[in-house]
């Protein structure tokens, strides 16, 4: 299934924060079951999936080549006997790796130094500055390896695997590989698998393929200069990350393995000449004067910047340094270039990457205002009730304390004058220091507890038929307790 890549744009149109919330829906609130009171709750927009829009990745962006021509000067020709000198000092002689990615600017190709089947290949490898979902990739081709080797790397190059296969002889080359396209297959194959593509059937080189005789194009690489005419052979060889490879009843999105199957941070083409192909060229094509040497057109990618479902446009990103980087735009409390992770203070609930299916968000912690740092807490979590919550904050203020910052701390008592998020919601107990038990009250009706015979919401005078003392230990007693010898001061205030 050849998909039109040849008519994407680099710059398809960005989305925005509001594609990733549902328009309709009203804001969520979530009860924080402080003791304070629902004043508290929270309002969070229910989250819907959302994703950058889909695009050619490849468009623009720099391919290395590990072999191009020009350096020296070198004359290449086509199989049909047009020839140029290719010189990498001068432009207007340039096959350099660039044209892969200029959108077809001037029909403009790359062109390889020599290669003979004892090389070990030629590398082309592109990198697309962050972690993209591929669906496909394919390559306008006009000097034919025997083999392509597709590699990707999911980071930044520091591992490689391989994705895909092109031969024209799968058998001979990549023994024990399915060969086909995966259009033709009639059974679904397993996500991770990697297919051998025959291009012996599209192979103008091969007597009787499909495109033996085939179209010509102007491959000059600054054809609307009017320089000569050459013409070559062109294929487009393309091939799906994921076509046939989950049923559509399934949630491709939710399938972690066929997603991080089409993740990609670089991708790599390995060229091959293979020892055959002097055998199999037609008769009727002239000997490359500078031997054999590879050809492309353009190279297209097709896919979308990768967020984890929490963003709808990827940004420049000029921390990373690199060219073409970008970030991602998140959204549902989420950070990081990927989305991969809360947001400090968002960790009431544990990240998950959205789908279709199952759009998630991260959550804002619940500590009434009094605190902007918490962590998330796996055992809290996994034994609180419904709705569940697993922030607990950290470094409470204002005198306040508990999971939530729903208390108020030991020595200070609920002000219900002042909102839940007040500076002053809680206010000093001020309990007696000689009739109370301790300087701690309750931390609903700010009363202190008393010692025996002392009443008042502070503790601060006798009860009825008490007399106060001057020992700390026994503040009030009654008049038949009084000690000999001991002058006492009967009802005034402690």
């Known amino acids: 299934l050849i998909l039109p890549a040849l008519c994407l744009t680099r710059s398809a149109a960005l989305g925005s924060e509001s594609d990733c919330y549902s328009p309709t829906s009203a804001a969520t609130r979530y009860d924080s079951k402080a003791v304070f009171g629902n004043h508290g709750d929270q309002e969070q927009r229910e989250a819907k999936y959302c994703e950058p829009p889909f695009e050619n990745l490849a468009v623009n962006r720099q391919v290395v ?5 020009g350096s020296p000067p070198i004359r290449v020709c086509s199989r049909r006997g047009f020839c140029d000198l290719c010189d990498s000092e001068q432009r207007k002689l340039s096959y350099s790796a660039s044209h892969l990615t200029d959108y077809h600017v001037h029909s403009t190709c790359w062109i390889s130094g020599r290669v003979s089947p004892d090389d070990s290949g030629v590398n082309l490898t592109l990198s697309l500055g962050k972690k993209h979902t591929v669906y496909y990739s394919d390559r306008l081709r006009i000097g034919l390896p025997d083999a392509i080797e597709a590699y990707k790397s999911a980071d930044f190059g520091a591992t490689w695997q391989l994705w895909h296969l092109f031969s024209n002889n799968c058998s001979a080359d990549y023994p024990g590989h399915r060969a086909g396209y995966s259009y033709d297959f009639g059974v679904y194959i397993n996500p ?8 012996s059937q599209v192979d103008p080189a091969v007597p009787g393929s499909a495109n033996s005789d085939t179209d010509k194009f102007d491959s000059s690489p600054h054809s609307d200069e009017n320089r000569r005419s050459n013409s070559m052979d062109r294929i487009v060889l393309s091939f799906s990350t994921n076509f046939k490879r989950y049923r559509p009843q399934e949630d491709r999105d939710r399938d972690p393995i066929i997603a991080d199957w089409m993740l990609a941070t670089d991708i790599r083409l390995l060229l091959r000449r293979k020892q055959r192909r002097q055998q199999s060229r037609r008769r009727d094509f002239p000997a490359v004067a500078v031997g054999d040497a590879f050809a492309l057109s353009n190279i297209d990618v097709g896919g979308r910047c990768f967020c984890n ?17 970008s970030v991602c735009d998140c959204q549902h409390g989420t950070e990081g270039e990927d989305c991969e ?26 500590c009434n205002g009094h605190t902007d740092r918490c962590h998330f807490d796996a055992s809290t979590y996994q034994f609180s009730a419904q709705p569940k919550s697993a922030g607990v904050c950290l470094g409470c203020r204002h005198n306040t304390a508990g999971r939530n910052c729903q208390y108020c701390r030991p020595g200070y008592h609920r002000n219900w004058l002042a909102a839940v998020d007040s500076v002053r919601v809680c206010t000093l107990c001020n309990c007696h220091p000689l009739g109370s038990t301790s300087g701690i009250c309750d931390r609903d009706t700010g009363r202190c507890v008393c010692k025996s015979g002392v009443g008042g919401e502070k503790c601060d005078r006798c ?3 008490f007399e106060q003392t001057s020992d700390p230990a026994a503040p009030c007693r009654r008049p038949q307790d009084k000690v000999k010898g001991t002058e006492l001061e009967l009802g005034g205030a402690i």
């Open 309 to 325: 479902g929490h963003a709808a446009r990827c940004l420049p990103n000029s921390k990373a340094g690199g060219p073409g980087a």
């Open 192 to 199: 991770r698998e990697v297919v051998c593509s025959d291009t």
């Open 65 to 69: 080549a590990s072999s191009t021509c």
């Open 341 to 366: 992770r809360c947001k400090p203070f968002w960790v009431d609930l544990p990240w998950r990457r959205g789908t279709q299916e199952q759009p998630t968000q991260c959550r804002r912690c619940q």
């Open 463 to 465: 009860l009825a038929g």
